[in-house]
Structure formats: structure tokens, C-alpha cells
């Protein structure tokens, strides 16, 4: 009997937000699986393991997952790790894979969760503290008050749209565009059109808190989290 695949948040960064459901699905399982070839440089993985310590005697399935948007290249990689992940579910083991945040916010597990379960195989989810949720309390701001809409964007693709969203606009994954994120983001605050900060490695040991979009390090890195508000009387 095949074993079941679970995609597991771990939370943004603090061991301390993995939800008790996680971590006990972390102890059970009997392999670890990882969006990257190396263990030591899996953020998700360091996370997991500075909560439910015993995983780190655990076996790994490695996905090495690409840093890219070529379709390609990614849907290789996805491919390549299925064929990962069933060899050891068809053995009978059951598949924690760890995922930074919740699986479902532009969750790398994703694609591997629709794919095993076109497959035939059990695939379920296990949420985790998304990253904007953790972001805007290290801000110390409501990320959505009364009628005031919440828009999730990927910053990748849509920073140069900003300004077309009413209210919130949370921006994520900015990539390697932090830089033009930034004076998009500076431009239209000096226009007074909006307000915005961000939050780098949330939740980490080497977080950095920006309440002025000014103060953000354009080699911020990959794990920036940018909230955009029409109005912000905190920052």
C-alpha cells in the first residue's frame, strides 16, 4: 500500500509559529522532503528541525527546485521530483515534504501535490502561518481592516501594477526585481499615492524590519515580504 505525501507549512521563519497539526506530522513520517538538493541549505528544513529536533535523523527525498520562471525548467524539475517522491511512497513511506509558510500562498509544493495526486497517490496539505500574516505583526499594522480590501500579488510579475489595487497589496517573492520593486514603490510614495514597508527573513534570526520602503537593501534577497497601504500612520 502506497504511503501518503503531506505538504507541510512550516511557518515564515520562527520555529515557534509551526502548528502543533505540523509538527506531529513531522515526528510520524518516516522521510523528509526538501525543494532543494542539500539539506544544510534548505531554509523550510532548518525551520522544521529547530522545532521537532528528531527529523534531523530523518531520511530526505530532495527536489532540487530552480530559482527561475522558464515553465521548461520548472516543470522538468517537477517531473524529476515526482518520480522522487513515488519511489518512496510505493514503498509504503509516508512523505512529509516541508514548504516555507503555507503550501497554498505560491507554495513550491504545489505543483508537486497536484501532480503526485493525478498520480493516484494521497496527497494532503498541512497549513502553516503564511509569511504576510507574520510580516505585518513584526510591523506592528492590520493587513486588512473594515472594507478594506487585501490583495496578494507576486512581485515577480506584478510590481508595476501596484498602483491598480485598492487598499492592502502584499508583495511577495520579489526575486531578483527587489531593486525595481523599491523605486516603483518610492516613487508612488513620494507621489503620496500609498505607504509601504517590508520585512526581510521574517521570523529569522537575521530579520530586518523596514518601516520605510527607503531603508530596504536592494540585494534584500529572496525572502522579502513588502506591504503596500493607502494609508500607514505607523511608518
Given at each position: 500500500?502506497?504511503?501518503?505525501?503531506?505538504?507541510?507549512?512550516?511557518?515564515?521563519?520562527?520555529?515557534?509559529?509551526?502548528?502543533?497539526?505540523?509538527?506531529?506530522?513531522l515526528k510520524t513520517c518516516d522521510v523528509i522532503g526538501i525543494p532543494t538538493a542539500d539539506r544544510t541549505?534548505?531554509?523550510?528544513?532548518?525551520?522544521?528541525?529547530?522545532?521537532?529536533?528528531?527529523?534531523?535523523?530523518?531520511?530526505?527525498?530532495?527536489?532540487?527546485?530552480?530559482?527561475?520562471?522558464?515553465?521548461?525548467?520548472?516543470?522538468?524539475?517537477?517531473?524529476?521530483?515526482?518520480?522522487?517522491?513515488?519511489?518512496?511512497?510505493?514503498?509504503?513511506?509516508?512523505?512529509?515534504?516541508?514548504?516555507?509558510?503555507?503550501?497554498?500562498?505560491?507554495?513550491?509544493?504545489?505543483?508537486?501535490?497536484?501532480?503526485?495526486?493525478?498520480?493516484?497517490?494521497?496527497?494532503?496539505?498541512?497549513?502553516?502561518?503564511?509569511?504576510?500574516?507574520?510580516?505585518?505583526?513584526?510591523?506592528?499594522?492590520?493587513?486588512?481592516?473594515?472594507?478594506?480590501?487585501?490583495?496578494?500579488?507576486?512581485?515577480?510579475?506584478?510590481?508595476?501594477?501596484?498602483?491598480?489595487?485598492?487598499?492592502?497589496?502584499?508583495?511577495?517573492?520579489?526575486?531578483?526585481?527587489?531593486?525595481?520593486?523599491?523605486?516603483?514603490?518610492?516613487?508612488?510614495?513620494?507621489?503620496?499615492?500609498?505607504?509601504?514597508?517590508?520585512?526581510?527573513?521574517?521570523?529569522?534570526?537575521?530579520?530586518?524590519?523596514?518601516?520605510?520602503?527607503?531603508?530596504?537593501?536592494?540585494?534584500?534577497?529572496?525572502?522579502?515580504?513588502?506591504?503596500?497601504?493607502?494609508?500607514?500612520?505607523?511608518?
Amino acid at each position: 500500500m502506497a504511503g501518503i505525501l503531506y505538504g507541510v507549512g512550516v511557518g515564515p521563519g520562527d520555529p515557534e509559529l509551526l502548528t502543533i497539526k505540523a509538527a506531529r506530522i513531522l515526528k510520524t513520517c518516516d522521510v523528509i522532503g526538501i525543494p532543494t538538493a542539500d539539506r544544510t541549505r534548505c531554509a523550510a528544513f532548518r525551520i522544521a528541525c529547530k522545532a521537532v529536533p528528531d527529523i534531523e535523523k530523518k531520511p530526505v527525498a530532495a527536489v532540487s527546485i530552480p530559482m527561475t520562471t522558464d515553465i521548461d525548467k520548472l516543470n522538468l524539475a517537477y517531473d524529476r521530483g515526482c518520480e522522487v517522491l513515488s519511489k518512496e511512497l510505493d514503498a509504503g513511506k509516508s512523505v512529509a515534504f516541508v514548504n516555507l509558510g503555507d503550501p497554498s500562498v505560491y507554495g513550491t509544493y504545489m505543483e508537486l501535490h497536484g501532480r503526485m495526486a493525478a498520480r493516484g497517490y494521497c496527497a494532503r496539505l498541512v497549513s502553516g502561518v503564511p509569511s504576510f500574516c507574520a510580516a505585518a505583526s513584526a510591523l506592528g499594522i492590520p493587513l486588512a481592516s473594515k472594507k478594506e480590501q487585501l490583495h496578494i500579488l507576486p512581485g515577480c510579475y506584478e510590481s508595476q501594477e501596484v498602483e491598480l489595487y485598492p487598499g492592502t497589496r502584499v508583495l511577495m517573492k520579489s526575486g531578483g526585481k527587489i531593486s525595481q520593486v523599491k523605486q516603483k514603490l518610492v516613487d508612488l510614495e513620494e507621489s503620496g499615492k500609498i505607504n509601504a514597508g517590508a520585512v526581510v527573513n521574517c521570523g529569522m534570526e537575521n530579520e530586518v524590519i523596514c518601516r520605510d520602503i527607503r531603508d530596504l537593501d536592494e540585494d534584500a534577497g529572496y525572502f522579502t515580504t513588502i506591504i503596500v497601504k493607502e494609508t500607514w500612520s505607523d511608518i
